[in-house]
């Protein structure tokens, strides 16, 4: 009994774990939207990124290296590493850089929980499969929450034509962030992955920079202290955990992020910036929880079993045999070879 106690405990312990990461996603990112606002007061925009960027690389290449993980891609590995540091940071994380600066916060937030619904769509036009209804309705019940949310902050604002240039930008930006989800793994560990994306972004952000002429100007002590805060937490930390929420979780769970985090980005901005709560505020982060919660809601046992596990059931024939059941690997190996499942008979487990 004790026995089966401490394998209910362990299996708790694991299963927390698992989620952590996403989490971590969920908290951080909303809160770069307040982070990003401050550091813009003193650092131009594409300069922002290229500082942001090439530090956050620095800290994730030394830390891949301190993990012994392999460094350096291999051939076919190079071009996805490049093209997801572009759409995933240049294009995603650039344009709302450029939406921030010319729109309120609220309203970035509200173009970026359209996000999952791109993903939705390319996701359906490269298998060639239609967006499923129930998933469809939920997103965008989930965006019409974060529009209430911002409603208040759009109706204040004068410069309508600055707020509608913004909020192109963050679209944009949200559909460049979900064709990055797109593409296919690399065999880098996580961190490594991480490190080169972001390498290639900032080359790119500096191109950009220099081509607009930016100047920066002494920075203040709160710019500072919001970009290293976008380095250290919003770009290397959470992107790495963004990545492994990616490897062990279902690609929807992961995405609702983009509806999660206008919450997050609401209460920082009320507790930091001074802005107020009113009850578009409230009534719309009611509608996001609960599309949320049946977004990522289990629809049978099955579901709910593979999604404990990590991925979801894929017609896998060795899932219909009830004398063999997936179990993962464990070992030295990189993280994509460390989730490759195989076939293991009951009696042997």
Not at 237 to 254: G, N
Not at 332 to 338: K, M
């Amino acid at each position: 009994m004790e026995s089966l106690t401490n394998f209910a405990r362990s299996r708790q312990v694991t299963a927390f774990w698992r989620f952590a990461p996403l989490l971590v996603v969920f908290v951080v990112w909303g809160s770069t939207f307040a982070a990003i606002k401050i550091a813009l007061q003193t650092f131009p925009p594409f300069a922002l990124g290229a500082f942001r960027m090439c530090l956050a690389a620095l800290l994730l290449f030394g830390f891949a290296t301190l993990r012994g993980a392999r460094l350096m891609p291999v051939r076919g590995e190079w071009s996805r590493l490049a093209m997801s540091g572009v759409l995933y940071w240049l294009l995603g994380n650039g344009l709302l850089i450029l939406a921030v600066e010319r729109a309120p916060s609220g309203l970035v937030a509200v173009a970026g929980a359209t996000m999952p619904m791109f993903a939705l769509v390319l996701f359906a036009l490269r298998n060639r499969t239609r967006v499923p209804t129930r998933a469809a309705v939920l997103s965008a019940i989930g965006v019409m929450g974060v529009a209430m949310m911002s409603s208040g902050a759009l109706a204040r604002e004068d410069a309508q034509t600055s707020v509608a240039l913004g909020l192109v930008f963050a679209l944009a930006g949200a559909l460049a962030w979900a064709a990055g989800g797109q593409l296919p793994a690399t065999r880098l560990n996580a961190t490594a992955s991480a490190a080169w994306q972001l390498t290639f972004a900032s080359i790119g952000f500096a191109i950009a920079s220099g081509a607009r002429g930016e100047v920066v100007a002494t920075p203040t002590a709160t710019s500072i202290s919001a970009l290293i805060y976008l380095v250290v937490f919003g770009s290397a930390i959470t992107f790495v955990c963004y990545l492994r929420a990616l490897e062990t979780l279902p690609r929807q769970l992961v995405l609702t992020h983009a509806t999660i985090n206008p919450l997050v980005a609401v209460a920082v901005g009320a507790f930091f910036l001074g802005e107020s709560l009113d009850t578009n505020a409230l009534i719309g982060g009611a509608l996001v929880l609960l599309a949320v919660a049946f977004h990522s809601a289990p629809r049978s046992r099955r579901h709910r079993g593979a999604i404990a596990a990590g991925f979801q059931h894929r017609g896998d024939p060795r899932r219909e045999d009830p004398r063999v059941v997936v179990v993962r690997r464990s070992g030295p190996a990189t993280e994509h070879q460390s989730t490759k499942p195989y076939a293991l008979p009951r009696g042997k487990r």
